[in-house]
């Protein structure tokens, strides 16, 4: 039997600690403020503003929504992101991604003001990640929210070998270098990794990431891991599951997250997390 | 008795390379220019600066050489830094590093204008290595000529086990992420890693870059190993020696570069490669 490195209570407490932050900065004079884009109406945005809308309030941040059409042009949403830049009483500044097509991604991540870009896509952001500077610039919610279920559950990490399974620059690589500043001696594998299973017996920690749906199964881990699953998928009866067979590997490993539950319900309090940091930032 | 994995013969082959490429580009009205900023008469940047002279006079490139007193004030370096990155006529801004304590780095490496930064040391264009994006800013020189050296001799990358030991921004970091560009499974190890001996037979690749001088030794190498020494010190007497202690490994392992005249004397021709793609990019 797994310990379960359950979400909802890491967020729960990680959520009080923030609210306490938030009364403070009001104390101050500051109200922390969130701009949420979002363009169109598609689900998973909506269920992803629902979110954090809900943690917003819990923490006490306040949430200005801009909605724009899903056919908006290029240039209102750069109009919007640099007027939000610009305005002092806003503190972070999130427009959900992916963006239709006909966006150019890269400069709408350019068009966010560095000190307001909490969910970490902007140039600065990335380049405060890869050089393991803290306080320059926040890595993506998702990526700081493996970390924080670890640190919430006392995995130690310091001289721990982590394998991160995927490369992508929203978890992968931003995981594998927060890992690293961690003092964990960390391996990344990917599509073209040789003898994956092998690798995973190496490690003491996995941090699944490829987007495939039950990639990681029995014979990938051993008694002693700690395995934390980001992948998050929807069967057409509306089961959710994860890139790791949780039936199968539960039993066998010391401690994993369920999915739904785990990493995904962390996401919205590293979000409020950065943008209290972000406001802080203001007042000092 | 390991191949050795010489730098020279892979830098003349890239210089020809480039020779080339340089007379395309003036017979399309372009001479590529490098501007070489250096602060103060240090012997290390002294030898650099003779180096790259030497290189780019080699592959036609002309060098604009600005040289500050040690004790000039940031500002006068971010003013110099900032018409260089305005000059049409410059394509490649390098000022040699580290500078002096008084001047803030940070700030230095991101006046320099992204495009011409052949160093990769803006945030830019750390971005663009972190984030794995040919062609949008350049992997610092050192790290990328590790690749060009591997390269060179023709060892195969894809699905191979790489193991960077190191993890600094200047090496560990982007040739880790270059390997992993390159679909090499990557690991990397640093002074909290525990067994690093087990961790060195694991991989095919060692890409050395501690800045310890002889720390790693027969018991971290065995047959079929490819090694890498980014490393260079110099004894009392003027002797260089490298991270790996060669006399020791060079008879176990297949493949390594000696020290000196391995990924050091490689450096200049990738700072040149830089510094041409950099003037055809203003012609594209």
């Not at 097509?101 to 380049?127: R, T, Y």
């Amino acid at each position: 039997m797994a310990e379960l490195l359950k979400g909802a209570p890491a967020a729960k407490a990680m959520t009080e600690a923030l609210r306490a932050e938030a009364d403070e900065l009001r104390a101050h004079g500051v109200m922390p403020c969130l701009a949420l884009l979002r363009v169109g109406e598609k689900e998973a945005d909506l269920a992803y503003e629902r979110g954090a809308l809900r943690r917003c309030e819990q923490v006490g941040i306040a949430v200005q929504r801009v909605v724009l059409p899903a056919d908006a042009p290029q240039s209102t949403l750069l109009a919007e992101l640099s007027a939000l830049s610009a305005n002092p009483g806003i503190h972070g500044i999130l427009p959900l991604r992916p963006l239709p097509a006909h966006f150019d991604d890269a400069a709408v991540c350019a068009a966010i003001a560095p000190a307001k870009d909490v969910e970490g896509v902007s140039p600065v952001s990335l380049a405060s990640v890869y050089a393991g500077v803290p306080g320059t610039g926040f890595p993506t919610c998702t990526a700081e929210a493996c970390l924080a279920l670890l640190h919430h559950y006392r995995i130690p990490l310091r001289g721990k070998r982590a394998l991160v399974i995927g490369r992508s620059l929203v978890i992968g690589r931003p995981v594998s270098l927060l890992l690293l500043s961690a003092d964990a001696t960390v391996s990344i594998a990917h599509t073209k990794t040789q003898d994956l299973p092998a690798l995973c017996h190496e490690a003491d920690i996995l941090i699944v990431a490829t987007g495939q749906e039950g990639l990681i199964g029995a014979e990938h881990v051993r008694p002693g891991h700690v395995v934390v699953d980001v992948g998050i998928h929807a069967a057409a009866d509306g089961t959710l599951s994860g890139d790791v067979r949780f039936a199968e590997v539960e039993p066998i490993v010391d401690a994993i997250t369920p999915v739904p539950g785990g990493v995904g319900a962390m996401t919205t309090a590293v979000l409020a997390a950065h943008v209290i940091a972000a406001a802080k930032h203001t007042v000092l």
